[in-house]
């Protein structure tokens, strides 16, 4: 450095002294007098100076990267800012990282890795978690703020078929008008009697029994009858729909994907494209011949695939998009905006009906969430259509099957995952300043400091800066395939005006229904019970001879190795037997002495009923009672045989833990040991 210095000195020097003498040559020589001698000696000390304060702006000026051109009075380009010519520091994002322990599809890996996210366990710090399964309290209220899940909690409400079967029926005789897309529709055991009556008025309807929590056809058939039903099984009757659209002959419905990024306030996107699934039979209106073929009735692939006649053609076969079933409509002169609109509102009520819980459920478990939304959700709904084109629920699926077997379920589940990803702007919240802030509030509460930042809440501050805001631009301006389909003007807003107090009256009652029902069903298998003792043909009594004989040699056999706890046993349950014969004896005078009154025939020997109830002592046996004595007298034997008691008398005697009962009680075991290790006499 100091060597660069000095070369810029030593060459600004050369030039001055050439200048200087170029100068000294061209001017015409004058005699100079002293004074200007002495003037001109003062000339050149400022010239002096003058040039090196202009050197040390050069040097200046190249060190830190200026140049002549940076005057106004230059003959270059315009002048360019300093800070523009350095370089500025990009901060790097910090990677997004994704929990998929209890995932089980390779197609979500497969996508998140597209987005550059790192796969970790529950343990780590994740942004994302995806799951199958259903979100526990625990699990929510253990999130941070930055971190978000792919299921809401309380969304059983619609997903398991019982709650969505009474939430619907809650809805329909609040506004009868606007929810009549779902099939009659009654919950077991509570609702038994009314579905039996109403299948008692139309015998001409067939119904569909599915159980109340299952998945992929599994425990579903068909029935013209309820009273083949078990009163007490847990399911879900419904009217089956035995008119329904068909293509080329085949029954088939509609998987609609549906994403919910915010419950409150609720926002629901519908994918373009979906599934069509179709029954591998020809439908045929179902009777007692063809209700158990579920190849004709049943559309889950999960079943058909199993089937022989199942086609693998993305045109034409058992399975395609939705797209291509838009195709075949179309042909046939269908209004597809009306029918799609009419399936959006199908979608959009079945959420609504649930909605008051998700937003309880999403407050009570989230309360601290004001950087992202905590959950978002992609549900599967399955829609049938009539004949008339109308639109029914079937189910909503919480978990909807993302393998990907053929290359039609890649092209649609890996897109529709690739624009889920992008909607939920994965960069949106960062992870490293949510944290750095959490500390500092922790520290702050705990010097009790800023008290001011803790009482302001988000709902006080300027709507344009939180950043609510910023996520309802980006999934406007990056939908993707996506369609919104909530919120769209005032058209739901008088569904959201439910009574509070309708979903638990709704609940409290279908409880008590099932109570009052379990307790219906209890009376009549008693009574059942009481039916079948008496109908069954009574038992010869035994001769008093035969039983006394087998008695005493019961004893007999058994005296050889009875103990005295054993015989005490043996007294008591003879006399328990002779109060039940005398209990017994009371009990038939007393019944031939009505039956006598009444001029009824008089049995060889009634019956002791069934005894029901699990607080009263069941009747005793006596061939069982004297096959249980001689049992314990074989035990007591046994024990007796192996010296067992000998040895745990000597080893609580050594330990010191024999009692003075204990020890006059087995004394003898002590006795004996004594005389065998004594040596013996020769």
């Not at 088939?252 to 419950?263: E, P």
């Not at 007796?640 to 005697?653: D, F, H, P, V, W």
Request: charged letters at 30%; proline letters at 5%.
């Amino acid at each position: 450095m100091e060597e660069e210095i000095l070369d810029l000195f030593s060459r600004d020097e050369n030039l001055e002294q050439q200048k200087q003498t170029i100068s000294s040559q061209n001017k015409p020589k004058k005699i100079k007098t002293r004074d200007e001698k002495i003037s001109g000696d003062q000339q050149t000390d400022k010239e002096q100076t003058e040039n090196l304060v202009s050197m040390m702006r050069s040097y200046d000026a190249k060190l830190y990267g200026e140049d002549d051109t940076s005057q106004p009075t230059s003959r270059a380009a315009p002048v360019i800012p300093v800070d523009a010519m350095r370089k500025k520091k990009k901060r790097k994002r910090s990677q997004i990282t994704i929990c998929l322990a209890n995932c089980r599809y390779e197609s979500i890996r497969k996508v998140a890795s597209a987005f550059g996210m790192r796969e970790v366990s529950e343990e780590d710090a994740w942004n994302f978690y995806w799951t199958d399964m259903s979100v526990s309290v625990e699990r929510a209220k253990e999130m941070k703020r930055f971190q978000r899940i792919n299921h809401y909690p309380g969304m059983l409400e619609i997903c398991r078929k019982d709650l969505l079967a009474r939430n619907l029926n809650r809805m329909q005789k609040i506004y009868p008008k606007d929810y009549n897309f779902f099939p009659k529709t009654w919950c077991l055991p509570a609702d038994f009697g009314e579905a039996l009556n109403y299948s008692k008025t139309r015998k001409n309807k067939t119904f569909i029994i599915k159980p109340e929590c299952g998945s992929q056809g599994r425990g579903i058939y068909l029935t013209k009858s309820l009273k083949d039903i078990k009163p007490s099984d847990k399911l879900i009757c419904q009217v089956y729909l035995s008119k329904p659209f068909l293509v080329d002959g085949y029954k088939f419905d509609i998987r609609v994907y549906t994403l919910i990024t915010s419950c409150d306030p609720l926002r629901i996107f519908v994918y373009n494209e979906g599934l069509v699934r179709f029954a591998t039979s020809r439908y045929a209106d179902p009777n007692a011949n063809n209700t158990t073929n579920v190849f004709m009735h049943l559309t889950n692939y999960a079943l058909n695939k199993h089937s022989r006649t199942y086609v693998y053609d993305s045109e034409a076969g058992s399975k395609r998009k939705i797209s291509t079933l838009n195709k075949i409509l179309l042909s046939q002169g269908v209004d597809l905006d009306k029918l799609w609109h009419s399936i959006d509102e199908v979608i959009v009520k079945t959420i609504i009906s649930a909605w008051p819980i998700l937003k309880h459920s999403y407050h009570a478990c989230f309360p601290s969430h004001d950087m992202v939304h905590a959950c978002f959700e992609i549900l599967g709904f399955d829609i049938l259509l009539d004949h008339k084109l109308h639109p029914y629920i079937l189910e909503v699926n919480h978990s909807p099957s993302f393998h990907t077997d053929t290359q039609l379920d890649r092209e649609v589940k890996e897109n529709l995952l690739t624009d889920t990803f992008t909607m939920l702007n994965i960069w949106q919240c960062d992870k490293k300043r949510v944290l750095e802030e959490d500390r500092k509030r922790i520290r702050d509460r705990l010097l009790q400091t800023n008290k001011y930042a803790e009482t302001t809440t988000i709902d006080e501050k300027d709507r344009e800066k939180t950043p609510w805001q910023t996520q309802i631009q980006w999934e406007e301006s990056h939908l993707g395939n996506f369609r919104r389909v909530y919120p769209v003007g005032e058209q739901y807003a008088s569904l959201f005006q439910q009574p509070s107090g309708s979903l638990y009256t709704g609940t409290a009652s279908s409880r008590a229904r099932g109570d009052c029902t379990r307790i219906q069903r209890e009376e009549f298998q008693q009574s059942k019970a009481k039916a079948e003792a008496l109908k069954k043909p009574s038992q010869p009594k035994p001769k008093e001879s035969e039983s006394k004989a087998g008695d005493e040699s019961s004893i007999t056999a058994s005296a050889s190795v009875a103990t005295p706890s054993t015989e005490k046993s043996k007294v008591k349950t003879k006399e328990k037997d002779k109060r039940k014969e005398i209990g017994k004896d009371s009990e038939e005078d007393k019944n031939k002495a009505t039956r006598i009154q009444s001029k009824q025939p008089i049995p060889e020997e009634s019956k002791p009923q069934y005894v029901l109830c699990s607080f009263e002592p069941d009747p005793i046996v006596e061939k069982d009672e004297r096959e249980r004595v001689n049992l314990l007298a074989q035990r007591d034997f046994l024990i007796r045989s192996y010296g067992m008691l000998e040895q745990i008398y000597l080893m609580m005697k050594k330990i010191g833990t024999l009692r003075p009962e204990d020890e006059r009680k087995y004394g003898v075991y002590g006795r004996l040991s004594l005389i065998s290790a004594s040596p013996k006499k020769m």
